[in-house]
T-cell receptor, first 113, second 119 residues
Framework: SQQGEEDPQALSIQEGENATMNCSYK?????LQWYRQNSGRGLVHLILIRSNEREKHSGRLRVTLDTSKKSSSLLITASRAADTASYFCATDPLGNYGQNFVFGPGTRLSVLP | DTAVSQTPKYLVTQMGNDKSIKCEQN?????MYWYKQDSKKFLKIMFS???????INETVPNRFSPKSPDKAHLNLHINSLELGDSAVYFC??????????????????FGPGTRLTVL
């Protein structure tokens, strides 16, 4: 099964609203990362949160990490049409031995103008 | 300048053929990867390669083989292509923090992807 699983699978909101996506994982991690993928493009790194951090901000992005629940959330505030993309969480598991960055299936976000 | 580049962007070929996808990174990273993204957007790591140490995902068929002529390149060779190989293949690179095989990694930089279609 997937180490990182995003929830919801798809999210549709109006421009200006906030979008929240969640990620759950199964094993202990070094860090957790969020990526964005625009249609037909490669993934772009958004933010990295380490296992000893609980919250991190970057512009309109806010990421939280709860290692006791093995979950993370990505909040995009004041969404824009340009935020329309798929969002993936990826975990860097402890003792990964190269099987790092296990990606979830992603959340497809649609921001309607 | 493109950080991670892949060629070709599109690849259409017949079953049974052998093909290669090239990847180059100019970020000075020490670790490179190949991922396969299927039609449902699941992204699965195939290989990671660090300082000539190759870590293979055991689910990857041995028809797939990575070749790294130097630290900046990690090419993917695929023999005897099958219909199920159709997917988008992404190359990525990152910098591994000090600490050995179980150390943590910084963010990955992805190439634009190669859409492989096997007919």
């Amino acid at each position: 099964s997937q180490q990182g699983e995003e929830d919801p699978q798809a999210l549709s909101i109006q421009e200006g609203e906030n979008a929240t996506m969640n990620c759950s994982y199964k094993t202990s991690i070094n860090n957790l990362q969020w990526y964005r993928q625009n249609s037909g493009r490669g993934l772009v790194h958004l933010i990295l949160i380490r296992s000893n951090e609980r919250e991190k901000h970057s512009g309109r992005l806010r990421v939280t990490l709860d290692t006791s629940k093995k979950s993370s959330s990505l909040l995009i505030t004041a969404s824009r049409a340009a935020d329309t993309a798929s969002y993936f969480c990826a975990t860097d598991p402890l003792g990964n031995y190269g099987q790092n960055f296990v990606f979830g299936p992603g959340t497809r976000l649609s921001v309607l103008p | 300048d493109t950080a991670v580049s892949q060629t070709p962007k599109y690849l259409v070929t017949q079953m049974g053929n052998d093909k290669s996808i090239k990847c180059e990174q100019n970020l000075g990273h020490d670790t490179m990867y190949w991922y396969k993204q299927d039609s449902k957007k699941f992204l699965k790591i195939m290989f990671s390669y660090n300082n000539k140490e190759l870590i293979i995902n055991e689910t990857v068929p041995n028809r797939f083989s990575p070749k790294s002529p130097d630290k900046a390149h990690l090419n993917l060779h695929i023999n005897s292509l099958e219909l199920g190989d159709s997917a988008v293949y992404f190359c990525a690179s990152s910098h591994r923090l000090a600490g050995g095989r179980s150390s943590s990694y910084n963010e990955q930089f992805f190439g634009p992807g190669t859409r492989l279609t096997v007919l």
